[in-house]
């Protein structure tokens, strides 16, 4: 009787760890979609204000922009260290480290609370970043405050969080699922995979219940048509991937430091460099008629839906301003500014095919970009499909996907945040 009982005690406890563990992996995916639906709301809110001070006057940039980015930089540097940037390197890094107090240096409550109110600010004073970097940091920050709860330690958390900010951010489950295993692990974890997959329904189906079914860049049914218009398909793979290997190796130089006086100039003075960064910024949206600042989901949005072209310096404009955003030490995401200015260069390339589909070479101007810059191929085709609900377009954009990834490789040996990453995974600490 005394074995019986003591079995029974023991299955009861396996039972009872098991059930925990899949509660919080559900109740945290659940705080994700929570977490990214209030920062879409809030970052839609904060263009729009901004539009209002451009309708006042389009020269106030020149002043706001800078400010605002010297602004953030401090908060960053002085209130919440580790927080600048996108936030996937951090995710990456966190979930390498074994330290549980290294980890919570870069994902955190705290880092969550600042990730999310300096990204809206970024927004709100004119920066050309995009919120679903910050909501993979904010998914792992949230996931694995939560798991703390748990007395035992419980793997896959941090992963689970940011597939799970990927999913909830632009509706596209089976991205946030491929996310996770290109980006995030570079391998599938067996024992945490349900689970994870879990996390990103949970998170999907929340945003859906907060925001309805929609597809991030509308829906685009445009398909190339057999002959000269797959000569696109390498073109842009081509100059998309060596735009966004070059935009890369920018920023991975400048965050591990130039060895000159200029680059000791900047590391010195973090936030003049930032107000710097911000003028440039400025001058550059000034330049574009207004069109650049941003995350540039609505000018890709309508270009896609209506099928009109965008401004042909629209492309290399809005690179130029995400590229002074990612190197000024401010929080904000690469992700739909990379989209978008992928989306102006297939904009300006479908101009030298007559006839062709104008969305179709859009869309592989956007995933030959984006693949070039992130080199996560996978990711890349599987995201622009699902935020477009173009299944006829799989194909070409796998093909694009992976010209692209190989020639941003020639500028650059490797994606943008496992790059980064090592920098916070050495060091854990506030870098400029």
Known sequence: MIVLSNRRKRLVRIVSARWQRRAIFLLGGIAVGAAAVALAQLADWAQEAFALLLAQSRYAVLLVTPLGFMLSAYLTIRVFPNAQGSGIPQ??????????????RLVSLRIAAGKMILTLFGLLCGGS???????????????????RFSPRRQPGLILAGAAAGVAAAFNTPLAGIVFGIE????????????????????????????????????????????????????????VGGLAGGLFSRVVITMARGIANPAGRAIKRHPLWFALACGLAVAICGIVSGDTIYGTGYQQV????????????????????????????????????????????????????????????????????????????????????????????????LMAAALIAHASSRLICEEGIYHALAKGFAERPSPTA
């Open 91 to 104: 995710a990456i890094a966190a979930r390498n480290l074994e330290d549980q107090s290294a980890r919570e």
């Open 183 to 238: 980006e995030m692990s570079r391998a599938f974890e067996t024992r945490t995979s349900s689970l994870i997959i879990a996390a990103v329904i949970a998170a999907g189906l929340t945003s859906l219940a907060l925001m309805g079914n929609y597809t991030y860049f509308g829906t685009s049914a445009t398909t190339l048509a057999p002959g000269v218009d797959w000569l696109a398909v390498p073109l842009c793979g081509v």
């Open 129 to 147: 970043v995009g919120r679903e970097g910050p909501t993979v940091q904010i998914g792992a920050s949230l996931m694995f405050a939560i798991g």
């Open 301 to 396: 949005k309508t270009a896609l839906e209506h099928g009109t072209p965008l401004p042909a310096d629209f492309g290399v404009l809005k690179l130029l301003a995400t590229m002074f955003a990612a190197i000024s030490g401010i929080p904000g995401g690469i992700f739909s500014p990379s989209l978008a200015v992928g989306a102006g260069l297939g904009s300006n390339i479908a101009a030298l095919f007559h006839g062709a589909p104008l969305g179709a070479i859009m869309l592989l101007g956007m995933v030959s970009y984006f693949a070039g810059v992130v080199q996560a191929p996978i990711t890349a085709f599987v995201i622009v499909t699902e935020m477009t609900e173009n299944h006829g377009m799989v194909v070409p």
